[in-house]
């Protein structure tokens, strides 16, 4: 019986990418705490690790996705990113190079996956289990798991008996595929394939891409970071990450302060083609209205569509790839660099699999409205189960016996998307009900780690063992989480930020939708107002020595 011993950690991070890096470093060198983090991977990097495919890439700017002046502005002076948007190597290097600085790697236990994580009431801590056999004990609990870290592999019929080689882009072999010469199809249309897809087709003797939803893709707008623009950010960085701290979505410009259907029909068109020209999200900012009303949201679509009829040669297939039954940006823009002229190679067909879904997976291929198309390889490039899944996969139990899962049945319920009531002494960065997949990660992931570091410091300071947010608060955050989201054109769309892509998947609006800017303004009200909304307690259970 352990009960009543000190805990092994003061804190327990499970991951090692953005979010459990910088948390493992403020816990251990800002507070001097015991602490580490586990992951399963054999290396740290998290989504940029696993996520190898051909084409894979950052969608947010090189130059504001990476740790801010909080962290050290000596790193972002040294450091310059080779393009506007990082490719996954470069960003996988980066994360390597900062566990490097800071020596975090010490005190993270790779190639280990928790296996169950039970709240122990008397000891008031977290027992941890991992496969390794291991059991580790910890006062506090950070899930540091990303929000697209559990993959989704539709369970079509037939799917192991196909004789070929089959990949998830999520899960992708480190050496490499060589796709050269082999028929190939992808499943699935999202912000990854789109990625891929251009690569894969240039060696592919013949490349299938099995569409059920066309996407509303934006131009990348990728290039290399010349000097100059190098030179141009390091000299605004603390401006730049001031902007981000406030704006809608993380980004350094924000959100036009004007509806679409204000200006005229030209002014709009040249608005919209700017935005195309430079590239990313910036067209889903270039007014404020887009996600809120339907008829400007349509302005944006129909620009969209316009630009997939220019470049696609073919216009049956043109209208194939345009979206028609959701608005624009109530599933997440894809960003292209090719995609769409992708379609006009000889040996690229497209194949749509809405109305007629894929019966199932052959020996030899893939079998859609009676055709079966042979294949060599599949590539699955179906998503994630997004921001719950690789939570409930840690099977959590906190007090009086009730899992996450259960207390999650139907749907998440948090305050302020970092707690949650029966679960004292956790913390989930990133997690669902904050902005997190709204935003631009890793203002976001700072943002939740400075805010529970501050939050254990405050708890330190005063003797205080344990948080817990109360009934009250945490019913006020999901009704306002609930109807902020509900404003939006959101819940039109069956995306996974609704939770619609995985079957039997509880329904609702699982990102935060009132902005970065003022989430943070929320989560410092809290803190400023003695973490309101939250009892704390000391316990008396055996404290670190
Ligand atoms: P996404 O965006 O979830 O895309 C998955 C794609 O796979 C999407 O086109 C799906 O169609 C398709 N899909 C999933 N299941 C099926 C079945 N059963 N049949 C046919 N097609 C299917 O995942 P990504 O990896 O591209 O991107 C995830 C996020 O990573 C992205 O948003 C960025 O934030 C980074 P659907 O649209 O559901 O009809």
Not at 264 to 290: P, V
């Given at each position: 019986?352990?009960?009543?011993?000190?805990?092994?950690?003061?804190?327990?991070?499970?991951?090692?990418?953005?979010?459990?890096?910088?948390?493992?470093?403020?816990?251990?060198?800002?507070?001097?705490?015991?602490?580490?983090?586990?992951?399963?991977?054999?290396?740290?990097?998290?989504?940029?690790?696993?996520?190898?495919?051909?084409?894979?890439?950052?969608?947010?700017?090189?130059?504001?996705?990476?740790?801010?002046?909080?962290?050290?502005?000596?790193?972002?002076?040294?450091?310059?990113?080779?393009?506007?948007?990082?490719?996954?190597?470069?960003?996988?290097?980066?994360?390597?190079?900062?566990?490097?600085?800071?020596?975090?790697?010490?005190?993270?236990?790779?190639?280990?996956?928790?296996?169950?994580?039970?709240?122990?009431?008397?000891?008031?801590?977290?027992?941890?289990?991992?496969?390794?056999?291991?059991?580790?004990?910890?006062?506090?609990?950070?899930?540091?798991?990303?929000?697209?870290?559990?993959?989704?592999?539709?369970?079509?019929?037939?799917?192991?008996?196909?004789?070929?080689?089959?990949?998830?882009?999520?899960?992708?072999?480190?050496?490499?595929?060589?796709?050269?010469?082999?028929?190939?199809?992808?499943?699935?249309?999202?912000?990854?394939?789109?990625?891929?897809?251009?690569?894969?087709?240039?060696?592919?003797?013949?490349?299938?891409?099995?569409?059920?939803?066309?996407?509303?893709?934006?131009?990348?707008?990728?290039?290399?970071?010349?000097?100059?623009?190098?030179?141009?950010?390091?000299?605004?960085?603390?401006?730049?990450?001031?902007?981000?701290?406030?704006?809608?979505?993380?980004?350094?410009?924000?959100?036009?302060?004007?509806?679409?259907?204000?200006?005229?029909?030209?002014?709009?068109?040249?608005?919209?083609?700017?935005?195309?020209?430079?590239?990313?999200?910036?067209?889903?900012?270039?007014?404020?209205?887009?996600?809120?009303?339907?008829?400007?949201?349509?302005?944006?679509?129909?620009?969209?569509?316009?630009?997939?009829?220019?470049?696609?040669?073919?216009?049956?297939?043109?209208?194939?790839?345009?979206?028609?039954?959701?608005?624009?940006?109530?599933?997440?823009?894809?960003?292209?660099?090719?995609?769409?002229?992708?379609?006009?190679?000889?040996?690229?067909?497209?194949?749509?699999?809405?109305?007629?879904?894929?019966?199932?997976?052959?020996?030899?291929?893939?079998?859609?409205?009676?055709?079966?198309?042979?294949?060599?390889?599949?590539?699955?490039?179906?998503?994630?189960?997004?921001?719950?899944?690789?939570?409930?996969?840690?099977?959590?139990?906190?007090?009086?016996?009730?899992?996450?899962?259960?207390?999650?049945?139907?749907?998440?319920?948090t305050y302020l998307?970092?707690t949650t009531r029966?679960?004292?002494?956790?913390?989930?960065?990133?997690?669902?009900?904050?902005?997190?997949?709204?935003?631009?990660?890793?203002?976001?992931?700072?943002?939740?780690?400075?805010?529970?570091?501050?939050?254990?410091?405050?708890?330190?300071?005063?003797?205080?063992?344990?948080?817990e947010p109360t009934a009250?608060a945490e019913?006020?955050?999901?009704?306002?989480?609930?109807?902020?989201?509900?404003?939006?054109?959101?819940?039109?769309?069956?995306?996974?930020?609704?939770?619609?892509?995985?079957?039997?998947?509880?329904?609702?609006?699982?990102?935060?939708?009132?902005?970065?800017?003022?989430?943070?303004?929320?989560?410092?009200?809290?803190?400023?107002?003695?973490?309101?909304g939250f009892e704390?307690?000391?316990?008396?259970?055996?404290?670190?020595?």
């Amino acid at each position: 019986d352990t009960r009543n011993d000190a805990p092994d950690l003061d804190a327990l991070i499970v991951g090692a990418g953005f979010s459990g890096l910088y948390m493992l470093h403020r816990l251990r060198d800002t507070l001097g705490m015991r602490v580490q983090a586990i992951e399963s991977a054999d290396d740290v990097g998290g989504t940029w690790y696993y996520n190898r495919y051909p084409g894979a890439r950052c969608d947010s700017e090189s130059y504001f996705y990476s740790f801010s002046d909080r962290l050290s502005e000596e790193l972002l002076q040294e450091w310059t990113w080779s393009e506007r948007f990082a490719g996954q190597p470069e960003i996988l290097s980066y994360l390597q190079h900062v566990a490097q600085r800071y020596d975090l790697r010490r005190d993270i236990r790779f190639s280990t996956t928790v296996t169950s994580a039970t709240w122990d009431e008397d000891g008031n801590r977290w027992v941890v289990e991992t496969d390794d056999g291991t059991r580790t004990s910890a006062r506090h609990l950070i899930t540091a798991v990303g929000c697209l870290s559990t993959t989704n592999l539709p369970d079509f019929p037939g799917r192991d008996g196909f004789r070929g080689e089959s990949y998830h882009t999520g899960r992708w072999p480190h050496e490499g595929v060589d796709f050269t010469g082999k028929r190939v199809a992808v499943i699935g249309t999202g912000a990854t394939s789109v990625q891929a897809v251009p690569e894969i087709a240039e060696q592919a003797e013949h490349l299938y891409v099995l569409q059920r939803t066309p996407n509303y893709d934006i131009s990348g707008g990728n290039r290399p970071m010349t000097e100059d623009d190098a030179k141009e950010i390091k000299e605004n960085y603390t401006d730049i990450w001031a902007r981000t701290r406030q704006t809608g979505f993380g980004f350094p410009y924000d959100i036009a302060d004007r509806p679409a259907l204000s200006v005229s029909e030209e002014e709009r068109q040249e608005i919209f083609e700017e935005a195309w020209a430079k590239g990313g999200f910036r067209l889903g900012t270039t007014f404020n209205d887009l996600l809120l009303d339907g008829a400007a949201n349509e302005t944006a679509a129909e620009f969209l569509r316009g630009k997939i009829r220019e470049k696609v040669r073919d216009p049956e297939v043109a209208e194939k790839l345009s979206p028609r039954n959701h608005p624009f940006f109530t599933k997440r823009p894809p960003l292209e660099n090719g995609y769409y002229d992708t379609f006009n190679r000889d040996n690229v067909t497209l194949i749509g699999v809405a109305e007629t879904p894929i019966e199932g997976i052959t020996e030899n291929g893939v079998r859609v409205d009676g055709t079966e198309y042979e294949v060599d390889a599949i590539v699955y490039a179906t998503g994630f189960d997004a921001m719950t899944g690789t939570l409930f996969r840690l099977g959590i139990t906190g007090r009086d016996g009730v899992g996450l899962k259960d207390k999650w049945a139907e749907g998440p319920s948090t305050y302020l998307g970092l707690t949650t009531r029966g679960f004292p002494n956790l913390f989930m960065l990133t997690g669902p009900q904050s902005p997190s997949v709204m935003s631009n990660m890793p203002v976001s992931i700072e943002q939740h780690v400075d805010w529970v570091t501050d939050c254990l410091r405050w708890m330190s300071e005063r003797g205080l063992d344990r948080i817990e947010p109360t009934a009250e608060a945490e019913d006020g955050w999901v009704s306002h989480h609930t109807e902020v989201g509900n404003m939006t054109l959101l819940p039109q769309a069956e995306s996974w930020w609704m939770g619609a892509n995985i079957p039997g998947k509880q329904r609702s609006v699982y990102p935060y939708m009132g902005g970065v800017g003022v989430y943070r303004g929320l989560c410092d009200d809290v803190a400023a107002k003695g973490y309101e909304g939250f009892e704390t307690a000391t316990t008396g259970a055996a404290s670190m020595a």
